[in-house]
Structures are given as structure tokens and as C-alpha cells.
């Protein structure tokens, strides 16, 4: 009976070590510029949220062009899979990651109301495309 009870408890301690690994990976995966591929607001894909954008920071800072209030250069965390961002006077608005792959990342959120859902691939901001363009031609 003890050697169960040791069994499952090392077995608990392990699955409770591999969640933090997986937000970890979570959180290097997201690193980067995210442009959107597709927006859907309520069900229905909408042309409205053209050129949006999500970046994510290894300093835990994130921006995006939503016309929300305090959406550049504010502080996130991700938990329970969500990302959690936190703008003016410590509201917070939660993200769900319904896929993260490093090229593919699906959010989905309700904001004043409305449910959405963004489908973005990783992108390169206009100023690194700059810089990998002046770096190719000096080779």
C-alpha cells in the first residue's frame, strides 16, 4: 500500500513539473510578431480587423493595434491557457490559445460583449524585413 502511495504521489509531482515546462514552451513559441490571417467577430468573418496585429516580448510585454485602450507595451502572462493581458488600471483581458504552433497562433476572446476569434501566422515587422533585406544584399 505505501509503495502505491509513494507511486502516485511521484507520478502527481511529475505532472505538476510538466505544466510549467509547457508554459514555457508556450511562451517562447509566442515570442514574435503575429499578423492576422482571418478574424471572425460573433461568428462571422469580418474585414473590420484587417492589419491586426499581436506581438509578444521575452519581457513579458505585449502590443497590438485593437482599438483597446492601453494595448501597446503592456505586461502578460500566460495561465491555465490563456494569455492574460493587463492594461490601464489593472484590467485584464484574457485571451484563449486555441493553437500555438511557430508559425500558427488562434486566439479567441470576448471584448465589450463580442466574442472573436483571430487566426494569425508569425510575421516580420516592416523594419526587420528592412534589415534582412540590407543584410542579404551585403553578401
Known amino acids: 500500500m505505501r509503495i502505491y502511495s509513494l507511486f502516485f504521489g511521484a507520478l502527481f509531482l511529475s505532472l505538476l ?3 510549467g515546462d509547457g508554459v514555457a514552451e508556450q511562451q517562447n513559441l509566442l515570442i514574435g510578431h503575429w499578423d492576422l490571417v ?4 460573433n461568428g462571422k468573418v469580418t474585414e473590420s480587423l484587417r492589419g491586426t496585429y499581436f506581438e509578444f516580448t521575452s519581457e513579458g510585454k505585449m502590443s497590438t493595434n485593437l482599438p483597446i485602450k492601453g494595448g501597446i507595451d503592456s505586461p502578460f502572462v500566460i495561465e491555465n491557457g490563456e494569455i492574460v493581458q493587463t492594461i490601464i488600471n489593472d484590467l485584464h483581458i484574457k485571451y484563449k490559445i486555441v493553437e500555438l504552433t511557430p508559425k500558427a497562433l488562434k486566439l479567441t476572446t470576448t471584448l465589450r460583449s463580442f466574442d472573436f476569434i483571430f487566426s494569425l501566422e ?3 515587422k516592416e523594419g526587420d524585413a528592412l534589415s534582412l533585406v540590407e543584410e542579404n544584399t551585403k553578401k
Do not use: A, Q
Request: glycine letters at 30%.
Open 38 to 41: 482571418e478574424g471572425s467577430r
Open 17 to 19: 513539473s510538466c505544466g
Open 122 to 124: 508569425k510575421g516580420i
